[in-house]
């Protein structure tokens, strides 16, 4: 998903996370729940973090590989680019499919031939 961002710049990011940058957000997003006052600002740049895929930001090179690596890069940017990609992120996250829904499904076989 692309988020257009002013002065055509942009974001893209991903549709599916890894095990681990799952992991991570979950983390962050326990540790706002936990203490908000200290910990939800932090929220934006995990958000950015691991969703972001690729980017085209003035003044800012290709995202770093490595997630521990992008957050000076993310801390070094506006405010408002930092808050639209987050919240995109955040709807993404949102809209995921819940792996512990039914699925309507029957879990003791294959269906029965018709």
Same mark, same amino acid.
């Given at each position: 998903m692309r988020v257009e961002l002013p002065a055509g710049q942009w974001?893209? &990011? +991903?549709?599916?996370?890894?095990?681990? @940058?799952?992991?991570? &957000? @979950?983390?962050? &997003?326990?540790? %706002?729940? !936990?203490?908000?006052?200290?910990?939800?600002?932090?929220? =934006?740049? !995990?958000f950015v973090a691991v969703y972001v895929a690729a980017w085209s930001l003035r003044g800012v090179g290709d995202v770093p590989p =490595? &997630? =521990? %690596? +992008?957050?000076?890069?993310? =801390?070094?940017l506006p405010e408002p680019i930092v808050s639209a990609i987050a919240l995109a992120a955040a709807k993404v996250w949102k809209g995921r499919a819940d792996p512990n829904a039914s699925t309507g499904s029957s879990e003791s076989g294959p269906p029965a031939a018709a």
């Open positions: 974001a893209e &990011l +991903r549709e599916e996370l890894t095990h681990g @940058q799952t992991k991570r &957000l @979950q983390r962050a &997003l326990f540790r %706002a729940s !936990e203490n908000p006052a200290e910990a939800a600002p932090e929220i =934006d740049t !995990e =490595d &997630l =521990d %690596a +992008r957050l000076p890069v993310i =801390d070094s």
